[in-house]
Every structure is written in structure tokens, then in C-alpha cells.
């Protein structure tokens, strides 16, 4: 195929590296490109994973690019900032492309691709949502820090919107955003005291006065917040799908899959609030959590984030407390006599999971 032809085709790129989590919300990605295109009846563009872990995507029809830690480290560099590395693989990948979108890999298709492709035209920056004004972060270090320097400059100012990357579209005559973006994190990372969002911060900045921003909420899925309980039903659709991903059953499956976080019927969580009456405090609102996993919902998926439940419950009574949950305390708080009755065995399953060397130690 003439390197004319190839370039005037969309790419979708994904950057997917460590630990095995990352590499299965990719896998869930890119079949849910195929589940809603296949339904719709439209094409799937050309798909390429920079990945450490060439050998995880061989059950789909993509492109891979082996990405080893010392590229990872060059690209983050010079201050050993990670995200850094998204800018650098969407710059180089639009001088082979016409038009590219990256995207993060806690990432569902709603629609087929081709819709997001629709939406880049020239001038425009796609982005997963766009955010508030800069005036309404003055509390960041990122306001504080930067604000006067970057308002001098002309770069910025309080109307400036701010936005999500977890989906950055362009095309290849606009990546000079990218130039100024990754040169905009090279300068303010020292000033930013380890704010996580400095480069969708900088991509901010270099597309202000330059760029119109357009955003996909309604056609891409990112499930950012509580991402735990999500990605459980993404480990349950691999364990039934994972050696063939794409067959029909399961993109059914897929399709199926309520993107929202499964929450127990107002009768269930009465009972927990009853059960819960003799706890005080955060003992009681973390059984109150740990009762909304307990809850047997209908389909397999929802059901499939109980654990989720149990171990977000635990971090949170951990951040809440700073401190460790400990056996006793386990112990003690599900066996409270409305938790013992309503739950019953299923108290085992629960200190068997969040207590694994001490599991003996429950009472039946």
C-alpha cells in the first residue's frame, strides 16, 4: 500500500505499560471498539499499542510497537515525568498519520471510533471533556505557582478552560500543540509540586489562543473515578473471553455491560443500616460499604464487584483512620449481631479476602 494511502487512514493509539491491570483495560478497549462497530456496521480504524507486552494483544487484529523501559525513561525525561511519554508517542505518531487520536486505556467505545475521527477537524483539539475555567483551581499549585508567570507571558489567563486527556485527537498539521505542551512540562514540573494532572494542565495551556477544544463525554466511556470497581467487571469478561475476545458471544457480553457502578435497591441498604446500628463511627460505615458489595445482583458483571466493594472500603477506612484495618477489628465488626445475622458464612468469604493469613481466626 502507497505510504500516501497509509497515512490518509486514522489511527487509534493506545499506550499501555506495567502491570498486567493496564494491559487488560487495553484488551476491554479495543474489543469495545469492535463490539459497538460491528453492531453498527462500520469499519474499525487501523489500531497501534506502544506496549512492554507485545505478546497480550495477539488475540486482536492490531499493530504493536515494543516499547522497553529505556525508551519509557528517555521519553519521560527530564524530570522522570511519566505522562510526558503520551505527547511524545501522539507527536511522532502524526508524522506518519494524517490524523490520530490517543487514548487511555480505562476506556469504553460508546459509539464506533469512526465517530470520534468525525469530530478532529483542522484546528481542533479533541479531548475526553473540557473542564472548568483555570480561575476555579486556585487552591492547585498549578494556579498558585504558575498563574502571574504564564498570565505575563500571555499563555494564560482565569477564562482558560482546563480539560481531560484521557482521549487527545489531532491532526498532523496541528501537533505543534504538542511541541509547546511538552515543552510547557519540562518548564513547570519543578514549580508543580507533583500535581498529577500537569500535563493535561500544559495541553491546556499550548492549545489556548491557538486551538478550539472539543470534547466526546457522550461517545467514550472513562472510567477514571472509583476504577477498582469497574475493572473487576473488565477481570470478569477476560476470564470468560479472553482467549477469544472478539467472537460474538462476546461482544454481546460487552455490549451488555452497565457501564455504571452497580449499587445495591434501597431495601438492601436499610437492612445494612439496621445491621449496622450497634457500630459507631467509621467501623460502621465501613461495614455499610462492605454490606453494598454483598448485595447478589442479576447480571454477572455487577455481581463480579463484590471484592471490588470489600477492598474500597478497606482503603477507604484506611485513608479515613491513617491507619491498618486490622484481623481484630474485622473480626469484631463482622461479628456484631445484626452483621452476623445478615450475613451469615458470607462472613468468612469476606475476612478470607481482606484477611488472608488470618482467615482461620473468624468464628463460624
Given at each position: 500500500?502507497?505510504?500516501?494511502?497509509?497515512?490518509?487512514?486514522?489511527?487509534?493509539?493506545?499506550?499501555?505499560?506495567?502491570?498486567?491491570?493496564?494491559?487488560?483495560?487495553?484488551?476491554?478497549?479495543?474489543?469495545?471498539?469492535?463490539?459497538?462497530?460491528?453492531?453498527?456496521?462500520?469499519?474499525?480504524?487501523?489500531?497501534?499499542?506502544?506496549?512492554?507486552?507485545?505478546?497480550?494483544?495477539?488475540?486482536?487484529?492490531?499493530?504493536?510497537?515494543?516499547?522497553?523501559?529505556?525508551?519509557?525513561?528517555?521519553?519521560?525525561?527530564?524530570?522522570?515525568?511519566?505522562?510526558?511519554?503520551?505527547?511524545?508517542?501522539?507527536?511522532?505518531?502524526?508524522?506518519?498519520?494524517?490524523?490520530?487520536?490517543?487514548?487511555?486505556?480505562?476506556?469504553?467505545?460508546?459509539?464506533?471510533?469512526?465517530?470520534?475521527?468525525?469530530?478532529?477537524?483542522?484546528?481542533?483539539?479533541?479531548?475526553?471533556?473540557?473542564n472548568r475555567p483555570y480561575s476555579q483551581y486556585q487552591d492547585s499549585p498549578l494556579y498558585f505557582n504558575l498563574h502571574e508567570d504564564l498570565k505575563a507571558r500571555g499563555?494564560?489567563?482565569?477564562?482558560?478552560?482546563?480539560?481531560?486527556?484521557?482521549?487527545?485527537?489531532?491532526?498532523?498539521?496541528?501537533?505543534?500543540?504538542?511541541?509547546?505542551?511538552?515543552?510547557?512540562?519540562?518548564?513547570?514540573?519543578?514549580?508543580?509540586?507533583?500535581?498529577?494532572?500537569?500535563?493535561?494542565?500544559?495541553?491546556?495551556?499550548?492549545?489556548?489562543?491557538?486551538?478550539?477544544?472539543?470534547?466526546?463525554?457522550?461517545?467514550?466511556?472513562?472510567?477514571?473515578?472509583?476504577?477498582?470497581?469497574?475493572?473487576?467487571?473488565?477481570?470478569?469478561?477476560?476470564?470468560?473471553?479472553?482467549?477469544?475476545?472478539?467472537?460474538?458471544?462476546?461482544?454481546?457480553?460487552?455490549?451488555?455491560?452497565?457501564?455504571?457502578?452497580?449499587?445495591?435497591?434501597?431495601?438492601?441498604?436499610?437492612?445494612?443500616?439496621?445491621?449496622?446500628?450497634?457500630?459507631?463511627?467509621?467501623?460502621?460505615?465501613?461495614?455499610?460499604?462492605?454490606?453494598?458489595?454483598?448485595?447478589?445482583?442479576?447480571?454477572?458483571?455487577?455481581?463480579?464487584?463484590?471484592?471490588?466493594?470489600?477492598?474500597?472500603?478497606?482503603?477507604?477506612?484506611?485513608?479515613?483512620?491513617?491507619?491498618?484495618?486490622?484481623?481484630?477489628?474485622?473480626?469484631?465488626?463482622?461479628?456484631?449481631?445484626?452483621?452476623?445475622?445478615?450475613?451469615?458464612?458470607?462472613?468468612?468469604?469476606?475476612?478470607?479476602?481482606?484477611?488472608?493469613?488470618?482467615?482461620?481466626?473468624?468464628?463460624?
Amino acid at each position: 500500500m502507497p505510504a500516501s494511502t497509509v497515512a490518509a487512514r486514522p489511527l487509534l493509539v493506545y499506550l499501555a505499560f506495567g502491570s498486567d491491570t493496564y494491559h487488560q483495560e487495553a484488551l476491554f478497549s479495543i474489543a469495545s471498539a469492535f463490539a459497538v462497530s460491528r453492531e453498527a456496521g462500520e469499519p474499525v480504524p487501523d489500531i497501534l499499542v506502544f506496549t512492554d507486552k507485545p505478546e497480550a494483544y495477539g488475540v486482536l487484529p492490531v499493530s504493536v510497537r515494543p516499547l522497553d523501559k529505556a525508551t519509557r525513561e528517555a521519553w519521560a525525561q527530564p524530570h522522570g515525568y511519566h505522562f510526558r511519554t503520551k505527547h511524545v508517542v501522539l507527536r511522532q505518531i502524526l508524522q506518519e498519520r494524517d490524523v490520530a487520536l490517543l487514548i487511555d486505556t480505562d476506556t469504553v467505545f460508546r459509539v464506533p471510533p469512526a465517530r470520534l475521527f468525525d469530530c478532529i477537524q483542522p484546528g481542533t483539539l479533541l479531548c475526553n471533556t473540557i473542564n472548568r475555567p483555570y480561575s476555579q483551581y486556585q487552591d492547585s499549585p498549578l494556579y498558585f505557582n504558575l498563574h502571574e508567570d504564564l498570565k505575563a507571558r500571555g499563555l494564560a489567563d482565569d477564562d482558560m478552560p482546563l480539560l481531560n486527556s484521557g482521549v487527545i485527537g489531532l491532526r498532523s498539521g496541528d501537533s505543534a500543540v504538542l511541541d509547546r505542551s511538552i515543552a510547557l512540562m519540562d518548564e513547570c514540573y519543578p514549580r508543580s509540586e507533583g500535581a498529577y494532572v500537569l500535563e493535561e494542565f500544559c495541553l491546556a495551556v499550548a492549545v489556548h489562543h491557538h486551538l478550539t477544544l472539543a470534547e466526546c463525554p457522550e461517545l467514550i466511556h472513562h472510567y477514571w473515578s472509583r476504577k477498582n470497581l469497574f475493572r473487576a467487571k473488565v477481570r470478569a469478561w477476560l476470564r470468560k473471553h479472553g482467549e477469544q475476545p472478539l467472537a460474538e458471544s462476546a461482544m454481546v457480553d460487552l455490549r451488555g455491560i452497565n457501564l455504571d457502578i452497580p449499587r445495591p435497591p434501597t431495601l438492601h441498604r436499610l437492612l445494612a443500616k439496621l445491621a449496622t446500628l450497634t457500630l459507631a463511627g467509621m467501623p460502621r460505615q465501613f461495614m455499610r460499604e462492605v454490606l453494598n458489595g454483598c448485595y447478589e445482583h442479576a447480571d454477572e458483571f455487577d455481581r463480579a464487584c463484590s471484592t471490588a466493594w470489600w477492598e474500597k472500603a478497606r482503603d477507604n477506612f484506611e485513608s479515613r483512620t491513617a491507619s491498618r484495618l486490622t484481623p481484630e477489628q474485622l473480626q469484631s465488626w463482622l461479628n456484631a449481631p445484626g452483621v452476623r445475622l445478615l450475613l451469615g458464612k458470607r462472613r468468612l468469604d469476606i475476612f478470607q479476602h481482606l484477611m488472608p493469613v488470618a482467615a482461620s481466626s473468624l468464628e463460624h
